[in-house]
């Protein structure tokens, strides 16, 4: 299911903040989970797929990160 624009970030944010707790279970468990689990193979999938994802989201937001806090900024000193 897809995130409304006006919230997609703060919606994944709590997602992506679950998932690297997960992440964290795979390492503290050499790669399986609490309960001794290995991720089946959709979920192995998805696992490589937010790798090349984070990656690409990583690359791309460091490059838009200046523009956007310079905009966020001059919106809301609008208000003041």
């Not at 919606?11 to 468990?29: H, W």
């Amino acid at each position: 299911m897809s995130n409304m624009s006006y919230c997609r970030f703060e919606n994944t944010a709590s997602d992506l903040q679950d998932c690297l707790d997960a992440v964290e279970e795979l390492i503290n468990y050499n790669g399986k989970n609490s309960y001794g689990e290995v991720l089946n193979e959709s979920e192995k999938e998805a696992f490589d797929e937010m790798i090349e994802l984070t990656g690409q989201f990583n690359n791309l937001a460091t490059r838009v990160a200046g523009l956007v806090d310079r905009e966020f900024e001059k919106y809301h000193s609008e208000f003041e």
